[in-house]
């Protein structure tokens, strides 16, 4: 598929997704989904890759839904199309997503980093729910995520109040995973993306998708889910290399099986 709105690259073993709407400040419009969601399935399919990095540019990750296509929107054309629903396929990826975030990440671009696995943030980030000044709220996840990983009181001040928070910040109350400086952002997040596509994937998604699980279920539910999770590791090949390997006092070879 030849994209417009993305660019698509592979860095060894890490899918790399630039968001590329610059003169919309990389503004979340239906081409673009279209276009992300295709390269998501193609990531997700592609053996080969380990782990995806999603970014923007140094001005912004993105500033938004696309106000001007959303403008004339009518309740019954939202609705009877679920309009946003779609975005859901982001969360619905197996392999491990890290957002590596500078510049604005606002509204609907503040809600596609939080559903990406974690938040890599450069100095310069600036993340915000500011749907209540153009007379809306948050619609793609932000009253919901925002809410589980900052609290109650610092979700109401963003999203009720529209004002944007620093990269400090955001690191303070648990919205980003680190900050780094802007000129490091993508190399840092490369360098964790290719950590992880080191490991053996189905163990690094079976991770992914347990802590996953510590947002969807009660702490009994989520403690028996990990460890009925934990011993089927005890089928894998690459469980006994790893733990050789540690014993040899050598390089692990995983396999992926
Ligand atoms: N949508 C469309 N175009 C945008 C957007 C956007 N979200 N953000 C910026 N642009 C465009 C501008 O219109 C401008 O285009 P042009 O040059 O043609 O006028 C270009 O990008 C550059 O922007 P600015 O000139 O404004 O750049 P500045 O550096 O002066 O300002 C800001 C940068 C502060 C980021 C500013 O652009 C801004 O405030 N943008 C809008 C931020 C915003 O409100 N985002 C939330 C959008 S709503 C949303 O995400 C979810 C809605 C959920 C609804 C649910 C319905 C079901």
């Known amino acids: 598929m030849a994209y417009e709105n993305i660019i698509v690259e592979t860095r060894e073993k890490v899918g790399f997704i630039q968001l590329n709407r610059p003169q919309a ?14 390269a998501l399935e193609d990531f997700e399919k592609d053996n080969r890759i380990g782990a995806v990095v999603i970014t923007g540019s140094e001005k912004a990750f993105a500033a938004g839904a696309d106000i001007k296509e959303m403008q004339t929107l009518e309740f019954a054309d939202a609705y009877l199309s679920d309009y ?11 392999k491990p997503l ?12 503040c809600e596609l980093a939080m559903m990406c696995d974690f938040i890599i943030a450069a100095d310069t980030a600036k993340f915000g729910q500011p749907e209540i000044t153009l007379g809306v709220m948050p ?17 109401m001040d963003l999203c009720l109040t529209g004002r944007m928070m620093d990269a400090v910040e955001a690191e303070r109350s648990g919205l980003v995973a680190r900050v780094v400086p802007a000129g490091e952002l993508i190399e840092e997040a490369l360098k964790a993306a290719k950590k992880i596509a080191s490991f053996s994937l189905p163990v690094v998604m079976m991770t992914k998708e347990t802590i996953n699980r510590a ?9 028996r889910f ?3 999770v934990f011993h089927s590791m005890f089928a894998l090949e690459d469980q006994k290399e790893g733990m050789a390997a540690f014993a040899e006092k050598r390089t692990p070879h995983f396999k992926n099986r």
Do not use: D, H, P
């Open 139 to 155: 619609g793609m996840g932000g009253s919901q995520r925002l809410t589980r990983f900052v609290g109650k009181s610092k979700a």
């Open 25 to 38: 400040l990389n503004a979340l419009n239906s081409a673009l989904l279209a276009e992300l969601s295709a």
């Open 98 to 109: 890290i957002a590596a975030v500078a510049g604005y990440a606002l509204g609907g671009g």
């Open 84 to 94: 946003f629903s779609e975005w859901e396929r982001v969360t619905r990826l197996r």
């Open 215 to 223: 947002y969807e279920t009660t702490l009994s539910e989520g403690l």
């Open 226 to 228: 990990e460890r009925r």
